[in-house]
């Protein structure tokens, strides 16, 4: 007579083989990357060359699938820097973004953007303190592309935020519904791919402020502040893989601040498949350097 498995072990077997494949997956955002960073100095001849960096030490998609914004934030901005210059653009993204800005290891967000914001003194008459903090993480919190339209705008939930950098009723503001939550849609931008102002051997996807007063559904304020009128915002970002970005935020061409993107959909769809094959559609110009994934035996 055959002996028959009871069907609790079948059970227990499919649970087993679950949690299993929940914990590798899980432990890919919790083990930190292998990444190696080239030595560098504080004088631009000092500074590594990135083309000879990303030969040498390419991130491989495995190493990718672990980067997060607290490992990004626990680098300095070297290490932050070498680690850009080995992304691509990727794809330009669509639908709606979460983002989070971040200072690296051992800088003063504050004082950063004070030097740099210190010299606008004209607007800084009428936006002091509070509103400029609130202004940035308006700009670099969450954010809704429209691919086929070329344009940007950011999305702000907490009337907070708002109230105290316009003029007039938030019911005219254009609003969008995220995951069950309203959103108000301020700062447009036109997007398209363009020249790193960090790497040029590859483009990066622009987030370009300058002439948002050109785009349908502009509103004087607050969203000339972004603008050529205002703080001449000017946004880059590159894919770390698909659904997650790197960005890095400029004011009139001064660099500010790094930022994260992250669209949990896109990244629970689309990221296995790029782990395994390294593999992405590549919207932007990709340079002459062929982007690698491996490192040289």
Same mark, same amino acid.
Request: glycine share 8%.
């Given at each position: 007579?055959?002996?028959? @498995?009871?069907?609790?072990?079948? *059970? %227990? +077997?499919?649970?087993?083989?679950? !949690?299993?494949?929940?914990?590798? =997956?899980?432990?890919?955002?919790?083990?930190?990357?292998?990444?190696?960073?080239?030595?560098?100095?504080?004088?631009?001849?000092?500074?590594?060359?990135?083309?000879?960096?990303?030969?040498?030490?390419?991130?491989?998609?495995?190493?990718?699938?672990?980067?997060?914004k607290q490992?990004?934030?626990?680098?300095?901005?070297?290490?932050?820097?070498?680690?850009?210059?080995?992304?691509?653009?990727?794809?330009?993204?669509?639908?709606?973004?979460?983002?989070?800005?971040?200072?690296?290891?051992?800088?003063?967000? @504050?004082?950063?953007?004070?030097? *740099? %914001? +210190?010299?606008?003194?004209?607007? !800084?008459?009428?936006?002091?303190? =509070?509103?400029?903090?609130?202004?940035?993480?308006?700009?670099?919190?969450?954010?809704?592309?429209?691919?086929?339209?070329?344009?940007?705008?950011?999305?702000?939930?907490?009337?907070?935020?708002?109230?105290?950098?316009?003029?007039?009723?938030?019911?005219?503001?254009?609003?969008?519904?995220?995951?069950?939550?309203?959103?108000?849609l301020l700062?447009?931008?036109?997007?398209?791919?363009?020249?790193?102002?960090?790497?040029?051997?590859?483009?990066?996807?622009?987030?370009?402020?300058?002439?948002?007063?050109?785009?349908?559904?502009?509103?004087?304020?607050?969203d000339f502040?972004?603008?050529?009128?205002?703080?001449?915002?000017?946004?880059?970002?590159?894919?770390?893989?698909?659904?997650?970005?790197?960005?890095?935020?400029?004011?009139?061409?001064?660099?500010?601040?790094?930022?994260?993107?992250?669209?949990?959909?896109?990244?629970?769809?689309?990221?296995?498949?790029?782990?395994?094959?390294?593999?992405?559609?590549?919207?932007?110009?990709?340079?002459?350097?062929?982007?690698?994934?491996?490192?040289?035996?």
């Amino acid at each position: 007579m055959q002996n028959k @498995t009871p069907p609790i072990v079948y *059970i %227990l +077997g499919v649970l087993l083989i679950a !949690l299993l494949i929940y914990a590798w =997956k899980h432990s890919l955002h919790t083990v930190p990357p292998a990444i190696a960073f080239a030595p560098a100095g504080a004088d631009y001849q000092a500074r590594p060359d990135f083309a000879q960096l990303e030969y040498q030490h390419p991130i491989p998609p495995e190493q990718l699938a672990r980067i997060t914004k607290q490992y990004l934030a626990s680098l300095n901005q070297e290490q932050v820097d070498q680690i850009y210059a080995r992304l691509s653009a990727g794809p330009i993204p669509d639908g709606p973004f979460n983002g989070d800005l971040f200072f690296p290891k051992g800088s003063s967000g @504050t004082l950063r953007a004070s030097e *740099i %914001l +210190g010299g606008m003194k004209g607007l !800084l008459a009428q936006f002091q303190g =509070k509103k400029l903090e609130l202004l940035g993480r308006a700009l670099w919190k969450g954010k809704v592309f429209y691919r086929n339209e070329g344009i940007l705008r950011n999305r702000i939930d907490d009337s907070l935020l708002i109230k105290p950098l316009i003029q007039g009723d938030l019911a005219d503001l254009p609003k969008i519904n995220v995951n069950g939550h309203d959103a108000w849609l301020l700062f447009p931008a036109k997007l398209y791919c363009g020249q790193s102002l960090l790497d040029s051997r590859r483009e990066s996807i622009i987030i370009d402020y300058a002439f948002t007063d050109e785009i349908p559904g502009y509103r004087e304020r607050p969203d000339f502040l972004a603008g050529r009128r205002g703080f001449k915002v000017r946004d880059e970002i590159r894919m770390v893989y698909p659904g997650f970005y790197l960005g890095r935020a400029y004011l009139d061409h001064v660099f500010l601040l790094n930022f994260t993107l992250l669209s949990k959909d896109i990244a629970g769809r689309d990221s296995d498949a790029f782990f395994k094959t390294g593999q992405v559609q590549e919207d932007c110009w990709n340079g002459t350097q062929t982007r690698r994934v491996a490192s040289q035996p």
